[in-house]
Nanobody, 115 residues
Framework: VQLQASGGGLVQAGESLRLSCAVSGITCPIMGWYRQAPGKQRELVATISSGGTSNYADSVKGRFTISRDNRKNTVYLLMDSLKFEDTAVYYC????????????WGHGTLVTVSS
């Protein structure tokens, strides 16, 4: 199983970035993005089911959009109006909550927002 994330980088506040995560070797009923800022715990950013139902953290609602392409087994995160506090390592996640339960993580991609 591999989760290959890409798209991170350095941007200025107010700009946009799009993250991608291609998954191979497993099917993901739920795909998502989490992030971990320096000195903080990993937190949920957004998730999306195979049927397209999405869920967002309050801090990103209205600014971030999660989407997925089931044929490509890829999840995306479009981040608009980025803020300094969005700076973090972003991890993609693939999970199944029914038996057999599993969860897999990507290696993380760094997003740095300069103020």
């Amino acid at each position: 199983v591999q989760l290959q994330a890409s798209g991170g980088g350095l941007v200025q506040a107010g700009e946009s970035l799009r993250l991608s995560c291609a998954v191979s070797g497993i099917t993901c009923p739920i795909m998502g993005w989490y992030r971990q800022a320096p000195g903080k715990q990993r937190e949920l950013v957004a998730t999306i089911s195979s049927g397209g139902t999405s869920n967002y953290a309050d801090s990103v609602k209205g600014r971030f959009t999660i989407s997925r392409d089931n044929r490509k087994n890829t999840v995306y995160l479009l981040m608009d109006s980025l803020k300094f506090e969005d700076t973090a390592v972003y991890y993609c996640n693939c999970k199944r909550q029914l038996t057999p339960v599993y969860t897999y993580w990507g290696h993380g991609t760094l997003v740095t927002v300069s103020s």
